[in-house]
């Protein structure tokens, strides 16, 4: 995957993430805690695949170090 269709790609979860903190107001507002845990987990793992991503637009020597270190 080239380095724009990456950054492209982290633009739309941003996107997500988004809409889905507005989604986690409104389930707030309402007191839906199923709602809530909902919404937060799938802001988790938003999050936890656009940190992946972020990495893959590293210059290759930088994630090769960061690879080594943990």
Do not use: C, T
């Not at 799938?42 to 940190?51: A, G, H, I, N, S």
């Not at 994630?63 to 270190?69: E, H, M, Q, Y």
């Amino acid at each position: 995957m080239g380095k724009a269709k990456i950054k492209k790609k982290i633009a739309g979860y941003e996107k997500q993430l988004a809409k889905h903190i507005e989604k986690f107001k409104e389930a707030m507002a309402r007191d839906s805690p199923g709602s809530m845990n909902y919404m937060a987990r799938e802001m988790r793992d938003f999050l936890r695949r656009k940190k992946e991503l972020e990495v893959r637009l590293l210059p290759k020597g930088l994630r090769k170090k960061l690879k080594a270190n943990g």
